[in-house]
C-alpha cells in the first residue's frame, strides 16, 4: 500500500524497498516542473476560453438589450404583426404557435426517444445478427445527430404536409386530401335579414361546390339549431316578411351560396398540410437523436450493482427496468429532454420549410390542421427589413424568445429536481 513521505526527492536516493541500488535511481525535478508549467497553462487556457466565451455572450445580450428595450411594452406581448403601422406591432400570436408547435414535440419526441434508448440500452440482443441490426441502428443514430436540421425540414415536408401524395394533393383554396373527423361542411346563403346574415344549409354533395335555393329545405342557424327555410318569390307579388324572426330564416328564390366549412380543434386530415401538427412532428425528428443519446447516457451512468440487486431479489427484466434503472436515470433524461427543447424553440430552419414565412395571423392555432406562426420566423421576418422600427422590434422579439426559453428550462429543471426528491 503506499504511503505518504515528507523525504525530499530529488536526493538521488532510491525510495525504501524499491530495489535499487545508490547510483541507479534519480528522479528528474526539470521534468516535473515542466509538466507542472503545462498542467498551468492548460488550466490558463480554459479559464481565457471559458471568460471569452461568456465576454461575447455578455456583449451579444446587452446590445440586444440596449437595441430592443425599448420596444419591451405590453403591446409587444399582447398585438399581433402589423405591415401598417409597426410601432403597435407584438408577438402574441408567435409565442401561442411555439408554445404549441414545442407542446406537439414533446409529446411525440419524448416517450419514443426515451423508450428508444431503454430498449437499445436495457434489451440488448445476445444473437449475433440482432446484434449487427442494433450496432446498426445505434451508428445511424448517432449520425443523424449531426444532420442539419433544413434536412429534416425537407424530410418533414415529404412526410408529414403530403406524405408522399399518397391521400391525395394539396390545393389551394380546396379541400384536400382524406378528412377524418372535426368538420362539417355547408352551404353558406343570405337571408333576408340583411347585414350579411346568413344561413347554413348541410353540403350533402362535396363535389357541388355552390347551391341555388328555388324550395324550402332543411338549414341551421349559427348556433347550430335545425329550422325549415323559406323561400320568397318577388314574382308571386307578395310583400317581403316584415317580422325579424321570419326574415332570418327566410332567403330569396334563386339565391345562391358557396360550400363553407366548420372545424372543430380536433378537425383532422391526411395529409397533415402546412399545419402547427406537421412543424411539432417534424421539430421531433430534429430533437429525437438528442433525447436518444441523453436517456442512453442516463442508463449507462446507473451502477450495474443496481440491477444485479434487483435480478437478485428475483425481479424480471421489465420490473428492474420500471423500478430500478429508469427512476435512477431520470435526473439524466430530464437533462437531455431541456437541451432538446431549448434547441427546438429556437429552431427557424425547419420550420420555415415546413409553414413557410408567412407572419400575418392574428391568433393561435384554432385546430390541429391550422396554421401558426413562430417566435423564431417572425424574427427572421422583422430582422430580415431595413425599418429601424422592426429592427427594435426584432431585437425585443429575441429578448423574450430568451425568457420564454428560460421559463420553460426552469420549470424543467424544477420538475427534474422534483422527481429526484421522490
Known sequence: MATASTAPVDDHSPPPGSGFTEGEFSVSTDNSSRRKLYSRLFYLLCVFISGLSVVVLGVL????GWQGHSRLTADLLQNSHSELNPESAGMWPSIVGSIFICGICAASALPLGI??????????????????LHGFIQLNISNLAGVPSIVYGLLGLSLFVFMFNVFGRIQVNESSGTELFGVDHYYQVLSLAGGGHTVLIPQVDEAKTTITIDAPMQAVDRQGQAF?????DPATGQ?????PEVRA???RKGQGGGSYSETKWYYMRLPFGKSFLA????????????VIIASQEALRGVPSSLREASFGLGATKWQTVRNVSLPA??????????LAMGRAIGEAAPILVVLGAAVAKNSGPQNLMDNVVTMPVLIFNWAGRQQAAYQELAAAAIIVLLAVLLLMNSVAIYLRQKMRVG
Open 61 to 64: 445580450l446587452v446590445s440586444i
Open 249 to 251: 330564416r327566410t332567403v
Open 279 to 290: 412543424a411539432g412532428l417534424t421539430l421531433s425528428l430534429v430533437i429525437l437523436p438528442i
Open 115 to 132: 423508450g428508444t434508448a431503454i430498449f437499445l440500452e436495457e434489451f440488448k440482443p445476445v444473437s449475433r445478427p440482432l446484434k449487427m
Open 329 to 338: 436515470a431520470v435526473p439524466g433524461i430530464m437533462t437531455g429532454a431541456i
Open 239 to 243: 310583400p317581403k316578411p316584415s317580422d
Open 228 to 232: 325549415e327555410l323559406a323561400v320568397w
